[in-house]
Every structure is written in structure tokens, then in C-alpha cells.
């Protein structure tokens, strides 16, 4: 099982997926490798600290989060070599580019990444719509091999089929009042090592979110205080989508843009979904209509 996390910031992917592929891990062992791919260079998320100072420590902090949780990272690189610009990311045919081959040199069974916003009313990053919109654009090229050989040159001559992924979104906080969901799985089991995971972003939850003042959050001062923020943060999102739990749930969308399962497919391969919480009944009907087999 290989599976794929693409998103725009250091620190998307503890807040969004981290329980579930923790306990992806715990059940496959060996069996299960998963990649994070960042995809903007971290130089804006910060209010003392120079662009420069603050990319290089995003990178640091990431680094650490991966060694707790056992997944591979990598900042993803346009043709050019560069790391996409924080804070500004476009849809371009370098960036197409840059996700086409990381996406095909993974091959993973799955991939995560932000959804669409498609209500004028919700609020949105730039960076989390851009990627979203990419990975949407770019779905469909994944096994055309001549895509993006003037940015990546290849033997036109000699090509290889590759595995079309399933494509899930994750819960996107930038989105509160669209955010809607297929998969809820129950992360509680997996709680501490999230937090052990999220306090490693020490330069966004201790000195950048509280600042920015979007988040309603006091700054932690240890990783206890970290904790109970947390929480309350799992809280929130479980009181937005109705859950009535204490515990810590992480939410996927299905999407037709890659492969299409079926629903005994990610019953059998995901961690434990929790059917009081998730729409079984509704995507089994969505996947048939889209021909799923």
C-alpha cells in the first residue's frame, strides 16, 4: 500500500491525515509507505522572522514531524528546481508539470490532497485551491506519458504504464460552512501521536497561528497546552460536520478524478471507518453512477 499526501504547507498534513495514515501504518507495517509532498517553500507564514529564516525552519520542523511519524517527505520542485512560492501558488503548466511526475514516480494506490471550493460563500487559502486545482487538472495526465516530456525530457520511444490512483480530499479548515465529507475515521487511538507530530510546527502553533488571529487561538506554551488546544480544535470540526463525540475524527471525500473504487475497496484497505459518522449508503450510490466495478 503506498500512499501519496499533496497539500500546500508544512503542517497540512498533521492536521488533516496524520491519525488515519498513523493507524494505516500501525495495521500494515511494512506493508504500508506513505510520502508527503509539500508543495510551497514556507517563507510567508511568518510575522518576525525573515522569509529565508522562516523557509529553512519549516523544512526542519517537517523533517521532524516525518521522523515521528514514519513517512517520507519531500518539498516538491518545479522543472526549474525551484520550490513553489508560498503564499501566491497558480495553477501553471510547471506546476501541472512538477505534480504529474512526482505523482508518477510514487505511483501510489491513493492520494490526498485539499478539496475545491465551489461556493462562492466560503473562505479559502490560495495555496490549499491552487493545489486542489492541480491535482484535479493534472488527474487525467497521470498515465499519459507524453505529457510533460518538454519540461521533464524522456524516450517519447519507450513508455511505461503507471497505476492511476484513487484521489481523496481532506477536511479543509479554510472552507468552514462547505466542508462535507463521504469517510470519517476515528482517530482517537492515534491522538498522541498527532499532537507529537503538530507540536514539531513550533513556529506556526506557538508563534504564527495566534498572531495571524484567524484561528481564535492562544499560543501554547507547552506541549500539555498544545494538547488541550488540540482538542478542542477536533472539537470544533466535529461540532461543524455534527458529530456527537469526544473523540478525534479525519474526514475524506471521495473524488471521480482518478481511479474510481469501490466501497468494499476502502472498507478492506483504510483504517476502521466509523459508519455512524460517514455516508457509506450515499458514496456506494455515487461510485456505481460513476462506474465503479
Known amino acids: 500500500m503506498k500512499v501519496l499526501f499533496l497539500h500546500a504547507h508544512h503542517d497540512d498534513y498533521e492536521f488533516t491525515a496524520a491519525g488515519t495514515f498513523e493507524l494505516w501504518r500501525r495495521k500494515l507495517g511494512a506493508d504500508f509507505t506513505a510520502k508527503v509532498v509539500v508543495c510551497t517553500d514556507g517563507k510567508a507564514g511568518h510575522h518576525f522572522r525573515t522569509r529565508e529564516e522562516t523557509g529553512a525552519l519549516r523544512l526542519r520542523e517537517q523533517a521532524a514531524a516525518a521522523a515521528i511519524g ?35 514516480d510514487f505511483e501510489p494506490d491513493y492520494i490526498f490532497c485539499p478539496p475545491v471550493a465551489s461556493d462562492p460563500r466560503a473562505g479559502i487559502h490560495v495555496d490549499h485551491v491552487a493545489v486542489a486545482t492541480a491535482v484535479r487538472e493534472v488527474a487525467y495526465m497521470i498515465n499519459v506519458p507524453h505529457a510533460f516530456t518538454p519540461e521533464y525530457p524522456a524516450d517519447e520511444t519507450q513508455s511505461t504504464q503507471v497505476k ?18 463521504d469517510l470519517a475515521v476515528d482517530v482517537e487511538a492515534a491522538f498522541e501521536a498527532i499532537c507529537d507530530m503538530t507540536w514539531c510546527h513550533q513556529s506556526q502553533i506557538v508563534e504564527w497561528i495566534p498572531w495571524v488571529g484567524r484561528h481564535k487561538m492562544a499560543a501554547p506554551q507547552s506541549r500539555e497546552e498544545w494538547k488541550a488546544v488540540l482538542r478542542a480544535r477536533f472539537l470544533r470540526q466535529n461540532h461543524e460536520l455534527g458529530f456527537k463525540s469526544q473523540h478525534a475524527f479525519e474526514m475524506f471525500t471521495v473524488t471521480a ?22 455516508h457509506v449508503k450515499k458514496l456506494r450510490q455515487r461510485l456505481a ?3 465503479a466495478e
Open 70 to 104: 514514519g513517512f517520507q517527505f519531500e518539498p516538491l520542485r518545479l522543472p526549474n528546481g525551484q520550490i513553489p512560492r508560498e503564499a501566491c501558488l497558480r495553477v501553471t503548466t510547471d506546476l501541472l508539470a512538477a505534480l504529474w511526475k512526482a505523482i508518477r
Open 164 to 181: 492511476v490512483p484513487v484521489i481523496l480530499n481532506t477536511y479543509d479548515t479554510y472552507q468552514f460552512g462547505e466542508n462535507a465529507h
Open 257 to 278: 478524478w482518478g481511479a474510481v473504487p469501490t466501497v468494499e475497496q476502502l472498507l478492506t484497505d483504510f483504517p476502521p471507518i466509523t459508519p455512524k459518522f460517514s
Open 289 to 291: 453512477r460513476w462506474g
